[in-house]
């Protein structure tokens, strides 16, 4: 793969996600040779995948090129491939690309979605971990829109415009308050020939409440805020079976609709070859409090990926899978490889926990800042700020910002395309195949 001979010790990272991207910047005056993996050649922005899914932002907005991060980093290798498995023993990856030997590896891989065992919802359920995902939930969701224009048939109508997301974290909150907005400011006008008040959004929690890891107080004005706009918003529901027209619940009910979108979970992802007595709770790799793996000298594991229980007296089972933890996961590690190379005591890593929030809608946000807690329309700046702050590029963050703008302005979301061929035969059928 044209990587070139060092002396100097190289540092393979598997992910250029918010700590892979961290750690790889963070060890730029280190003399190693630094060799990042990514099966994207560009860095995704997740917290606003919601946004790409309900038509507020285009996918280039919240993306940006990997090659682009590092253009400046002459001890940086990026290369396209996906890490299929990792060889311990003798100090090499498999990748799709050939083979490499490290001295140095960083799992820093992420996670992906977690079904938790429902084969039929991971058959028939809409997901939103990736770029690619986001995109096609905006397709699904505007075509069925589409559909229903098109059927005589009432229930069939109904179920194509009935929307369920589950899983009542940030993420479930967000986009179903992005729907609920959608179909107020967007899809009314789009579809004058369909009465809009029939379209119906759910949002599912197995749990009795939303925002989990958030205050009592953040999780209860998010349902008002939800139901204010519409939201049916349904606690301690948990969803066991989805054929891809009916929703069945753990309690025996059943919501007829062609769409479900799965916000509940995630868990650890990562190439095979790593022994499995370090995987525990959430598919996540067992790491010590300097995020080595247990058993081995010379890899490391960071962000959603590891798992590090019993350090911190505040997550016993381990850090949140949050942005913070993975960026200030990667930017440790960067200050203690070169400790690593020069014999000295390591930092263990210690999460600064800035506080939490959430999006409902417009001038609607929930913020906990420790024992601050705010709602409303200042949460909602703070919350569009931060992200701001967070987006990678000047590019994304102008772009992201001006979108935003306009959309608070005009009520427009510009980007409903349907990005997916027209198979007329496909028309009516569940269209995740195209
Ligand atoms: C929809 C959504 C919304 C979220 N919202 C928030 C939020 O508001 N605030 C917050 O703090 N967190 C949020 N999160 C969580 C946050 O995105 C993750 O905690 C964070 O991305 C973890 O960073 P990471 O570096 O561990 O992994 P990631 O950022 O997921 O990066 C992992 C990278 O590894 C690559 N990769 C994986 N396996 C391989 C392989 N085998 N070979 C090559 N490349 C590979 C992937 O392509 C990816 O680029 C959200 C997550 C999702 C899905």
Redesign the pocket.
């Known amino acids: 793969m044209n990587i070139p001979k060092t002396d100097k010790p190289r540092v393979v990272i ?8 961290q750690l790889a910047r963070g060890l730029a005056k280190t003399p190693v040779q630094v060799v990042l ?4 050649n560009y ?2 922005f ?5 946004q790409v899914s309900t038509a507020g932002l285009e996918p280039d907005s919240i993306a940006f090129p990997l090659r682009k991060v590092f253009k400046k980093q002459p001890n940086m290798f990026f290369r396209w ?4 498995r990792v060889v311990p023993e003798k100090n090499l990856i498999e ?1 799709s690309i050939g083979d490499l030997e490290y001295d140095y590896l960083v799992f ?4 992906t979605t977690n079904f938790f065992g429902m084969k039929s919802v991971a058959d028939n359920a809409m997901p ?3 770029v690619s995902e986001a995109l096609n939930l905006r397709s699904t969701v505007l075509q069925a829109f589409e559909q229903a224009t098109l059927t005589d048939d009432a229930k069939e109508r109904q179920e194509l415009m009935t929307f369920v997301v589950v899983g009542g974290g ?2 479930g909150v ?1 986009t179903a308050g992005a729907l609920s907005e959608l179909k107020k400011h967007v899809l009314q006008h789009d579809f004058p020939e369909l009465d809009l008040r029939l379209m119906r959004i759910y949002l599912l929690e197995a749990t009795p409440r939303l925002l989990n890891g958030m205050s009592d107080v953040a999780g209860e004005k998010a349902v008002a805020f939800l139901q204010e706009m519409g939201v049916n918003v349904l606690l301690g529901a948990a969803v066991k079976d989805f054929d891809g027209a009916t929703i069945r619940l753990q309690d025996g009910s059943a919501i007829a609709s062609k769409t479900l979108i799965w ?1 509940a979970g ?1 868990v650890g ?3 095979e070859g790593i022994d499995k007595a370090a995987i525990v709770r959430g598919n996540r790799i067992n790491v010590d409090a300097y995020n080595r793996v247990q058993g081995h000298k010379n890899i490391f594991a ?5 798992s590090m229980p019993g350090t911190d007296e505040r997550y016993p089972n381990g850090h ?8 200030q996961q ?1 930017q440790l590690l960067a200050r203690n490889l070169p400790k690593i190379l020069a014999g000295q005591d390591l930092e263990p890593f210690r999460y600064f926990d800035k506080g ?3 999006t409902v809608g417009r001038n609607k946000a929930v913020v906990d800042i420790h024992k601050v807690r705010f709602q409303g329309w200042l949460a909602w700046v703070a919350w569009l700020g931060l ?1 701001l702050l967070m987006l990678v590029g000047f590019r994304n963050k102008l772009v992201v910002m001006i979108n935003w703008v306009w959309n608070y302005f005009s009520y427009d979301r510009g980007t409903r395309l349907i990005v997916r061929p027209y198979i007329k035969e496909e028309r009516n059928k569940d269209v995740k195949a195209a």
């Not at 949140?320 to 960026?327: Q, R």
């Open positions: 598997i992910g250029g996600g918010f700590g892979g991207i993996f990514d099966r994207n860095h995704t997740q917290p606003l995948l919601y491939g996906n890490v299929e990748t820093a891989s992420g996670s939103m971990k990736s940030p993420t967000e916000a995630v992802e990562m190439p960071i962000g959603d990926v590891a949140p899978m949050v942005a913070p933890v993975a960026m990667g939490s929030m959430a992200h």
